[in-house]
């Protein structure tokens, strides 16, 4: 089983939209989450943490479940710019270096 | 935010030849550096972890007398990929982060690079 898993997608919606991505992480021990976007042919980027308390920006909000193991994704309104791969990223507690582990991706395209 | 700049963005190189890859924090000190690899279409994959002052620690199956990794200084990490084949091409990322706990990975550009 794969550390942090992802449904891959391609998710096409139109604008308007709300979608919700999850992301299950086999690692109890994990410690940090976050959502990134990544653009093609781009480094990713920080799109925001996600906290145990569920957490919301703007149209994105965030939730963690740690009972189950997974993290979502939620997008309203969905503009065309939204369109990209988001990618879930856990940080795991121990670790020499606590790198990143990073999950698949989910494609989404926004259509007008 | 904090940067990290990663360059060259894009090389074509021969078979045969070695590419270096530079990764620099420039405004925050990184003491640990991570090199990733991305194929189309696929994640970000681990490949090392790059220590400064000390060896880089490589994940299995990452051969590290292909891919050295040289972290002199608290600001600079670089890859280099020696004799390289059309195989290794693909795009290489780098992150650092700041040292403390749950804080975000900043990320190089990217190098995108193609082995003819």
């Known amino acids: 089983r794969k550390e942090v898993e992802q449904d891959p997608g391609p998710f096409n919606v139109p604008e308007g939209a709300t979608v919700a991505f999850n992301c299950t992480y086999s690692?109890?021990?994990?410690?940090?989450f976050f959502w990134y976007r990544q653009d093609c042919r781009k480094e990713p980027k920080l799109l925001m943490s996600v906290y145990s308390s569920g957490n919301e920006d703007g149209r994105f909000t965030a939730q963690l479940n740690r009972a189950s193991q997974y993290i979502s994704l939620l997008i309203r309104d969905s503009k065309l710019s939204d369109s990209a791969t988001y990618l879930c990223?856990?940080?795991?507690?121990?670790?020499?270096?606590?790198?990143?582990?990073f999950g698949s991706g989910t494609q989404l395209t926004v259509l007008p | 935010g904090a940067v990290v700049s990663q360059h060259p963005s894009r090389v074509i190189c021969k078979s045969g030849t070695s590419v270096k890859i530079e990764c620099r924090s420039l405004d925050f000190q990184a003491t640990t550096m991570f090199w990733y690899r991305q194929f189309p279409k696929q994640s970000l994959m681990l490949m090392a972890t790059s220590n400064e002052g000390s060896k880089a620690t490589y994940e299995q199956g990452v051969e590290k007398d292909k891919f050295l990794i040289n972290h002199a200084s608290l600001t600079l990490s670089t890859l280099t990929v020696t004799s390289a084949h059309p195989e290794d091409s693909s795009f290489y990322i780098c992150s650092a982060r700041r040292n403390r706990a749950g804080t975000e990975a900043f990320f190089g550009q990217g190098t995108r690079l193609t082995v003819v």
């Open positions: 990223v856990v940080i795991p507690l121990s670790g020499s270096a606590r790198q990143l582990t």
């Open positions: 690692n109890s021990a994990s410690q940090s």
